[in-house]
Structures are given as structure tokens and as C-alpha cells.
């Protein structure tokens, strides 16, 4: 769907601009996060070889992994709003030191409730990280390039499992699962001294960036506020009123059901399709779905910025993981099914990037970060759902078919949301050129 809208304002061609922020800000954002998803996921390759020390049932288990984002929810908006309101830099600094802290405590419980109240707790924390991140990048990255940048900020969660994975695994082979925890919660605290000496709120305040780059952001992003539809009044609740941020919830909770029911269950498959292979092999194994679903989630969003198609970014991934989620349950064959879980990882992996770049587009800066709060707030609840989903269904039914089919009905409703719920498009994104092109 193609239409008509404001034009951009002239600018410089892209390859004259300066560009010291894309190798500044996204790789100290990236590693930062790429710690929080190490915390918030090691869970999935320990908790095969527990060894029933906390005496955890499937069900308990899945529980484990979905108690986090009861905890996710809290600190979402508040967090938001510091950032867009104070400095997201120094709510990032607060928040990473404190779910550093949780994160190695959590090594230290006894009992399964303690288990549960330490995963709490940690998803309290970390929670209100990915918005204030997502208000930092807004102040760096144009409406042209946002894709782009939250997708290779993004790439921290695959690339997050690429790496941590197989160390999980490592440490899980000469070391308990206790000290994994413990130690996997002391980087946090060390990275934090690099983000606060390597990150600015905004290019003005950046000792690293030249004049000509610094005035071309602030140019890029006062013309993309411009351009933007009013909130009504201007305040927050008109703002999350609107149809289109109600839509991004109901999106973001059905993917992420199926994102995080998947991604906490797959070293589970992967053991059992290597025969209860040892830790290091699981690790590695799971490392490749997510090398896959590294490069393809770059490439979708390069292909989102490029064309401005974000509807079809988010949704023509999400079929492909429907129907790969299915076919893994019906075919049989280690090769086969690691192939498509392979598929399954990219499909579910690739929306990241288009997908956030939505709310920029739609909201002016002053109101997207309580709606992107509250979009992640909501949305991943789905977080909790779906894992304890896959376990639930698990010990009712012997068998993670049914699991797995659930998830993939809750992605087919993320699908029909966003294909549907989002048309007619709000207002055209911009091709680098600076020629009008389809939208979400």
C-alpha cells in the first residue's frame, strides 16, 4: 500500500554523514544487553541438569522461566519515562547493576519458591531496560535508519545465545549449577563502568562525535517529529489510547508467547534429539538455530528500512515459524528437526527489528516512551505464558507436540493482528532516497 505524505527535508547524502555513532552506541548497548539476556536465559540450558536438586516438575520448570516477566512488567513505564524525562543512561547504569546483583543471588536459593522469587526479582530489574534503551536510540538514529539500529542492537539476544550457550554449557561441565549462576551476575557489574564512560543521552552531549554528525541527527529527528501526527492532547493515556498502540500489545503478547515458549524449550529438544548429549554438545548445538536467526534478523531489517514494508518485516517471518514449529513436530530425524528449528529461531528472531520501529513512527517522542513501556510491559507477559504453556501441556500429555502446536496458534494470531490490525498505515516511512514507500 502505497501513499501519499509529507516529504523529508532535504538532507545530506547519506554516505557524507558521519557515522561514529553506529560504532559507538550500538555495540556498548548491544553487550549490555547481551549480559541481561544471558541472566534472564541460562536458565533453559541449566535447568536439563538440575538433576532434580529443587525437585522441579516440567510444569515447575516452565513456571521458572515464566515467573521473570510477572516481575518484567513493573518497571517498564516508570522506566520509560526516567529515560524520556531524566537520562536513560543512568537508569540503564541503576537497573544493570541491580539485576547484576539478583542474577548471582539467584545461584545462592534453596528451595523452589526461593527459585521462583529470585527469577522475580531478576525480571524486575531488567525490566525496565529495553525501553529505556529504545528512548536512547530514538535520540540517536532517524526514523530512516531505526530498523536498522534496533536490529543490530537486538542482535544481542541471538547472538546473546550464540555465544552464551556453549559457556553455559562449558561451566555446567566443570562447575555446579549454583556457580553458574553466581558467576554469570558478576559481568553486569563490570560493563556497567564502560557504559557509563562510553554512552551519551544525546549526541549534544557526546565528547566523541563531530559537529556534523551531531547536527544531522538533531536536524534528521526534529524533521521526523514533525512530521508526525498529533496525540490529542499530547498527555500519555491519549496517547496509549490510540488503536494502533493497542494493536502493538496484542502483537507483541501473541509473538511473544511463542518466542519465549520456544526459546526456553529448546536445549530441552536439542538434548533429547542428541540422547541426553552432555551439557557442552547441548550448548553448541543450541548456538546454531541462533547464528541463523543473527543473520537473519539483520537482513530483515536492512530490507524493512530499505522498503519501508514493516506490516510484512513482522508478519512474513511469523508464518514461516508457524509452519516450521508445526513440521518439527511431524517429521522425524535429528537433522531434519534441528534444520527446522533452525527455521523456527530466524522466523521468531527477525520481526525485532521493524517491529519497534513502529512506535517511533506513529508517536512523537514526547508520548512513545510510556507507550513502548507499556507495549513491552504487556507484550511480554507472553513471556510467562508460553514457557509455562510448553510445560504444563508437557506433563499433562507426555509429549511437547501439543506444546509447540499451542505456540505456534498464538503466532498465527500475532500474524492476523498485524496484517489486519494495523491497515490502514498511520503515515509513510521514507525510503533513503527520500522517495515515499509502503509502511506498516
Not at 193 to 213: G, H
Amino acid at each position: 500500500m502505497t501513499e501519499t505524505g509529507p516529504q523529508p527535508i532535504p538532507q545530506s547524502p547519506p554516505s557524507t554523514i558521519p557515522a561514529k555513532r553506529w560504532a559507538y552506541v550500538i555495540p556498548v548497548a548491544a553487550i549490555m544487553y547481551m549480559l541481561a539476556y544471558l541472566d534472564r536465559n541460562n536458565v533453559s540450558v541449566i535447568l536439563p541438569y538440575m538433576h532434580g536438586e529443587l525437585e522441579l516438575s516440567n510444569a515447575d520448570k516452565g513456571l521458572v522461566g515464566g515467573i521473570f516477566f510477572v516481575g518484567y512488567v513493573f518497571l517498564q513505564i516508570p522506566a520509560a519515562i526516567l529515560a524520556q524525562r531524566w537520562s536513560a543512561r543512568k537508569t540503564v547504569l541503576i537497573l544493570m547493576v541491580a539485576w547484576g546483583l539478583a542474577a548471582s543471588l539467584s545461584g545462592l536459593v534453596q528451595t523452589k519458591s526461593q527459585f521462583y522469587v529470585a527469577r522475580f526479582v531478576l525480571g524486575f530489574f531488567e525490566g525496565g531496560v529495553w525501553p529505556a534503551v529504545l528512548i536512547l536510540l530514538a535520540s540517536w538514529f532517524p526514523l530512516r535508519e531505526r530498523a536498522r539500529a534496533n536490529a543490530l542492537w537486538m542482535a544481542c539476544l541471538p547472538l546473546s545465545s550464540v555465544l552464551m550457550a556453549p559457556l553455559s554449557g562449558w561451566m555446567l561441565d566443570h562447575a555446579s549449577w549454583r556457580w553458574v549462576l553466581v558467576l554469570q551476575g558478576v559481568p553486569p557489574l563490570v560493563w556497567a563502568v564502560v557504559w557509563w564512560f562510553a554512552v551519551a543521552d544525546r549526541p549534544a552531549q557526546a565528547r566523541w562525535i563531530s559537529r556534523a554528525e551531531a547536527d544531522h541527527v538533531q536536524r534528521s529527528i526534529a524533521a521526523d517529529e514533525a512530521a508526525k501526527p498529533s496525540a490529542g492532547s499530547g498527555s500519555y493515556l491519549d496517547a496509549v489510547k490510540q488503536k494502533s498502540v493497542l494493536v502493538l500489545i496484542g502483537v507483541y503478547f501473541f509473538w511473544i508467547t511463542g518466542f519465549y515458549g520456544f526459546n526456553l524449550w529448546l536445549p530441552s529438544v536439542i538434548k533429547e534429539l542428541t540422547h541426553d548429549g552432555s551439557s557442552t554438545e547441548v550448548g553448541l548445538l543450541t548456538a546454531i538455530p541462533f547464528t541463523v536467526a543473527l543473520a537473519v534478523m539483520i537482513a530483515n531489517a536492512a530490507w524493512s528500512d530499505r522498503t519501508g514494508r514493516r506490516r510484512q518485516a513482522v508478519a512474513v517471518p511469523l508464518v514461516v515459524g508457524i509452519a516450521a514449529l508445526l513440521l518439527g513436530q511431524a517429521v522425524d530425524g535429528a537433522l531434519p528437526r534441528m534444520l527446522l528449528l533452525c527455521v523456527t529461531a530466524a522466523a521468531v528472531y527477525a520481526p525485532y527489528g521493524p517491529f519497534w520501529a513502529i512506535p517511533g513512527q506513529l508517536l512523537r517522542f514526547e508520548v512513545v516512551a510510556v507507550a513502548m513501556g507499556l507495549i513491552n510491559a504487556l507484550g511480554n507477559l507472553g513471556g510467562f505464558a508460553g514457557p509455562y504453556l510448553v510445560g504444563w501441556l508437557t506433563d499433562a500429555t507426555g509429549s511437547s507436540v501439543t506444546g509447540f502446536a499451542v505456540l505456534s496458534g498464538f503466532l498465527a494470531v500475532a500474524v492476523a493482528l498485524v496484517t489486519l490490525g494495523l491497515r490502514p498505515s498511520t503515515r509513510p516511512v521514507h525510503r533513503l532516497s527520500g522517495q515515499a514507500a509502503e509502511e506498516s
